[in-house]
């Protein structure tokens, strides 16, 4: 139970504590203090240490949350109750064949100060999401500011790019995404190609990896779900309704504003009055859209064929060098697949796990914002993006 003077404070809010003091500092200090899930071992043994050294050898302070982000929650909607503030779009428009007369627009960016480009890196956004999202540009920003050309791809149906293919995406959809990473790797010119994914982006690039070898030269993915059963499950808690309410509203109407159309059976089920019943979970809509659209005999065997995780320990060899980087306190995504793909200790895959950091945050106290932030801009996950790609190119 938290004291009556913490719930006057936006940062307690959800923090299952003791009460906290009287003081924001106090607080904010109770917060850090402890995980909200501590069991178990990670990737280079505690969490204290693993949680440091990483960031430490690329020249990084490890993961505290800025006031008043103090837990996962305010982590997650820092960017909603904030909005970024980015310079207006400048991407280059390309257009990427994907079979059947369909295309995914991505926009091709380039580094800052009109510098040669040291890769390529191409943005994978999350569900729901498009190449036009807060976190998605302002990731994309702090890699140019690296020296990083970047590719923003919006996946089938999402962004701008709802009006060139028909239906929409899922969390392994190969034939699309082959494409676009052959395109990419085009673009690139002969520099190195690396990947980037937030949430389902990170799922998405990790299916198409182990599909073969030499796809991407470097990998980084954030909040990621491993395991999309357990992320459903997770979704439905009560204290997510409102999560959950949003990203349905959002893949309801991304689906019903296709210009091919919508068959008759499946207007009926965004409408509720399908064989499946209402349209009030992911699960339902997974059922009655995603997985019959992309193949899959039933949602149970979307979500099986669909995790990366169960595939990870016995095809990790085709990966190329790969960060996962997952918050304890993700209110979305559970920690336990990322806690296992730790335990597996594959070569090449370094797994991050912070206390805290939400579904996409990393908003931290050493974060700079206004003309200071022009010296190493983003937030604490971007800058660790950009420095962990930037050693990836120094050992090649």
Known sequence: MRCSSCLKRPWCLATPRRCCSSSARNCAARVSEKPLDSRGPLENGSLQGSAAALPAALGLEPFRPR?????????????????????????????????????????????????????LVLLMHGLGGSSGRSGLRR???????????????????????????????????????????????????????????????GTKLLNALLSGPGLLDGLVTISSPLDLAACSAQIELPRNRLYKRWLLQRLVA?????????????????????????????????????????????????????????????????????????????PWVPVAAARELAAMQLSGVEVLLTAAGGHNGFHARCDRWGQAAFADPGNWGDRLTARWFLRLLAQR
Do not use: K
Request: charged share 20%; with cysteine.
């Open 254 to 330: 991304q689906t019903l504003a296709d210009p091919f159309g919508v068959s008759e059976p499946e207007r009926e089920a965004l409408a509720g009055r399908g064989p499946l019943g209402p349209m009030d979970s992911i699960l339902a809509f997974d059922a009655a859209i995603t997985a019959p659209r992309w193949g899959y005999r039933s949602v149970e065997h979307y979500y099986q064929e669909a995790s990366p995780l169960r595939q990870l320990q016995a095809r990790a060899a085709v990966l190329p060098p790969t960060l996962v980087l997952h918050a304890i306190d993700d």
């Open 139 to 201: 990731m994309g920003l702090a890699l140019q500011h690296a020296g990083f050309a970047v590719l923003r791809l919006n996946m089938r149906g999402a962004g701008p790019g709802r009006e060139l293919a028909r239906g929409t995406y899922a969390a392994s959809c190969n034939s699309d995404l082959l494409p676009a990473l052959a395109r990419a790797r085009e673009l690139a010119a002969g520099r190195p190609l690396l990947g980037m994914g937030i949430s389902l982006g």
């Open 67 to 119: 006031l008043p982000w103090l837990n996962g929650d305010l982590q997650t909607l820092r960017d909603t109750f904030r909005p970024v503030d980015l310079p207006p779009e400048g991407g280059e428009p390309i257009q990427i064949p994907v079979g059947g007369g369909d295309q995914l627009l991505a926009l091709l960016d380039p580094p800052l100060a009109g510098a040669e480009p040291r890769a």
